[in-house]
């Protein structure tokens, strides 16, 4: 059989496509985002980009319940947005089979909290599974359909951040297409009234104690006896890592299936080892699972709840071995992310620069515009937030402060939850003025189309949302297009909105600088014989930009790394003695 080298994200899509799935909807979310677009390369599923997460759901489960197996795909705190549909489709049950894989990311990579999914599906009542690689996260995906199937309930995936992004082989196999199934009109399961519902979560209590059983006899979670004197309990990457740091000097029960957890396989298990841990990144679900059925286990105690694990650190807390590392000098300077060279957000941001502003920002690329040097955004709570946030703040200080604050929003965040903040903003009396960073692409998360852009996920021309005419239906008067290269035109712009007592759109409008269709303006330079070394381009926060010594006058003076200057112009409105031109210009 064929093998090839999969990201545990690509091994999922495969699993999707060999289990006849033929629904697929995301909304993209690091690490969870390539799984969705590996699914596009099977013409067979058809697969879409959604608004956000709690749409996505919906229209998985809408699938299944039309009779096709389906699927959704998310990140950790995109599940918080679809809990809603979850919860309640839990009680419901499906028709054909549906999946949600939900990415966590331990360490934070890439995300504002580090919260751990297997909460949800613990307080939902669905079961979930954890691949430790990528041959598992395809076999896991066509099990999870089988068992949402045999048990008439969603099932959660769970991946990380260490799963979905690392590469290991993986089998091919064929698809197996499945049959539509007939959809049947039954009230009493597919609507959840107070009656009906009292009745599903009785179903739903008898279905977790037949999932535990299931836990128990199915081999989903195997027993492996090596040396007994320690015995690991781990599941995912935690058993990976443990596998790898202790060998066969230690025996395992691999966890395969994390919710529900066995009884009397921990309780066997126990029974065999003279001393057993529990390994798990961030909450301690399966240490506390062993308590409460009186299995003594040693976890938390010399494991942190923080932060991802490695083969280093599970030797270290079990052994007490601390391995030789190479070092390197401290004075590296650090390099913390900032927004590229031609980024339209750092114009928008200098912009706002000049103004002691509060700026409520939101998820995205344009999150970066908190660091120094722009430094220009006070809150960032979760998407959307932004909007909403705004509204609540200016509320609570008065008109005069309105004229003093912004949010900030990305294009495909305000069509993910910003619309209804801006509703609200209105519908409210609120006088507010959101800016929209409308790049055309869903940047942060590499380059996905959305709503806004007028492309579908394979890149196929469909209707894009007018922000324009969206902002002036739901009562915004005072809607304005900005070119965020055009720094002082912005500035004046947005002033002008903060002016009005009323709310206001700002859309700074400009495509992502990395986007293939763009076109740029040829880099510029510094002519050293106007350069006063005054370092005033440096706030641009623009990394084509730096100081070297200049050996002719002895001073230090700006430089433009022409590989990396786009043209946009921005640090030109940052210079007053005129010494930024294109190459060749001024001359």
């Known amino acids: 059989m064929e093998k090839k080298l999969l990201l545990g994200n690509e091994a999922v899509a495969r699993g999707l496509y060999e289990a006849g799935v033929k629904v697929v909807s995301a909304y993209p979310g690091t690490p969870s985002t390539e799984i969705t677009e590996s699914v596009v390369q099977y013409p067979e599923i058809?697969?879409?980009?959604?608004?956000?997460?709690?749409?996505?759901?919906?229209?998985?489960?809408?699938?299944?319940?039309?009779?096709?197996?389906?699927?959704?795909?998310?990140?950790?705190?995109?599940?918080?947005?679809?809990?809603?549909?979850?919860?309640?489709?839990?009680?419901?049950?499906?028709?054909?089979?549906?999946?949600?894989?939900?990415?966590?990311?331990?360490?934070?990579?890439?995300?504002?909290?580090?919260?751990?999914?297997?909460?949800?599906?613990?307080?939902?009542?669905?079961?979930?599974?954890?691949?430790?690689?990528?041959?598992?996260?395809?076999?896991?995906?066509?099990?999870?359909?089988?068992?949402?199937?045999?048990?008439?309930?969603?099932?959660?995936?769970?991946?990380?951040?260490?799963?979905?992004?690392?590469?290991?082989?993986?089998e091919i196999g064929e698809r197996e297409e499945r049959p539509d199934k007939e959809y049947v009109r039954d009230v009493m399961k597919n609507i959840m009234m107070p009656a009906q519902a009292r009745v599903a979560h009785e179903k739903v209590e008898k279905r977790t104690e037949a999932l535990r059983e299931y836990a128990e006899v199915s081999g989903i979670n195997s027993i492996e006896y090596n040396d007994k004197k320690i015995g690991i309990i781990a599941a995912g990457s935690a058993y990976a890592y443990a596998r790898e740091a202790l060998g066969e000097s230690a025996s395992y029960l691999k966890l395969g299936m994390v919710n529900p957890l066995p009884i009397k396989l921990i309780k066997e298990f126990a029974e065999n080892v003279e001393k057993?841990?529990?390994?798990?990144?961030?909450?301690?679900?399966?240490?506390?699972?062993?308590?409460?059925?009186?299995?003594?286990?040693?976890?938390?105690?010399?494991?942190?709840?923080?932060?991802?694990?490695?083969?280093?650190?599970?030797?270290?807390?079990?052994?007490?071995?601390?391995?030789?590392?190479?070092?390197?000098?401290?004075?590296?300077?650090?390099?913390?992310?900032?927004?590229?060279?031609?980024?339209?957000?750092?114009?928008?941001?200098y912009a706002l620069k000049k103004n002691n502003l509060f700026v409520s920002g939101d998820i995205g690329c344009y999150t970066l515009g908190a660091q120094a040097p722009l430094s220009m955004i006070d809150t960032v709570v979760c998407m959307g937030a932004s909007v909403s946030g705004l509204h609540g703040f200016n509320t609570a200080r008065g008109k005069e402060q309105a004229k003093k604050a912004v949010a900030v929003i990305g294009d495909s965040t305000f069509i993910h939850?910003?619309?209804?903040?801006?509703?609200?903003?209105?519908?409210?009396?609120?006088?507010?003025?959101?800016?929209?960073?409308?790049?055309?692409?869903?940047?942060?998360?590499?380059?996905?189309?959305?709503?806004?852009?007028?492309?579908?996920?394979?890149?196929?021309?469909?209707?894009?949302?007018?922000?324009?005419?969206?902002?002036?239906?739901?009562?915004?008067?005072?809607?304005?297009?900005?070119?965020?290269?055009?720094?002082?035109?912005?500035?004046e712009a947005v002033e002008a909105e903060l002016a009005a007592e009323e709310p206001s759109l700002v859309i700074a409008r400009r495509p992502c600088a990395l986007l293939k269709n763009v076109k740029h303006k040829p880099a510029l330079e510094v002519k050293k014989d106007k350069c006063v070394g005054c370092r005033a381009c440096l706030n641009v926060g623009c990394p084509a930009l730096s100081q070297v010594n200049d050996e002719a006058t002895g001073r230090t003076k700006a430089v433009i790394d022409p590989d990396q200057c786009l043209g946009c112009g921005v640090c030109t409105y940052a210079c007053k003695f005129d010494a930024i031109s294109e190459v060749g210009g001024d001359e």
């Not at 297997?118 to 089988?146: G, Q, T, W």
């Not at 991802?308 to 390197?328: C, D, I, K, M, N």
Request: with cysteine; net charge negative.
């Open 276 to 349: 057993l841990y529990v390994i798990e990144e961030l909450d301690d679900i399966i240490e506390t699972h062993c308590r409460k059925h009186g299995v003594d286990v040693t976890g938390k105690e010399i494991f942190s709840r923080m932060g991802e694990f490695s083969q280093r650190t599970v030797r270290e807390a079990l052994l007490g071995e601390v391995l030789p590392t190479l070092s390197v000098e401290d004075s590296i300077p650090p390099r913390p992310p900032v927004l590229c060279a031609g980024c339209p957000h750092r114009g928008l941001f």
């Open 417 to 491: 939850s910003g619309i209804t903040g801006l509703i609200d903003l209105v519908y409210n009396k609120g006088m507010s003025t959101v800016i929209v960073l409308d790049n055309s692409i869903t940047g942060m998360t590499g380059h996905q189309n959305n709503p806004a852009n007028g492309l579908t996920i394979s890149g196929d021309p469909t209707t894009a949302v007018d922000l324009e005419a969206l902002a002036r239906a739901i009562g915004i008067n005072r809607v304005v297009v900005v070119d965020p290269y055009k720094v002082d035109e912005t500035r």
């Open 46 to 170: 058809f697969s879409e980009w959604a608004p956000n997460e709690k749409v996505a759901f919906e229209v998985a489960f809408g699938a299944c319940t039309g009779g096709v197996r389906s699927f959704c795909a998310m990140k950790h705190v995109g599940l918080n947005v679809a809990a809603d549909p979850l919860y309640t489709a839990s009680y419901i049950g499906v028709n054909a089979g549906m999946v949600c894989a939900v990415a966590d990311d331990p360490g934070m990579h890439s995300s504002q909290n580090e919260q751990d999914s297997r909460n949800h599906a613990i307080a939902s009542k669905v079961p979930m599974l954890e691949p430790c690689d990528s041959a598992e996260c395809k076999s896991y995906a066509k099990l999870a359909f089988d068992i949402s199937e045999e048990f008439d309930t969603p099932v959660l995936l769970r991946l990380s951040t260490r799963i979905s992004h690392s590469r290991s082989a993986v």
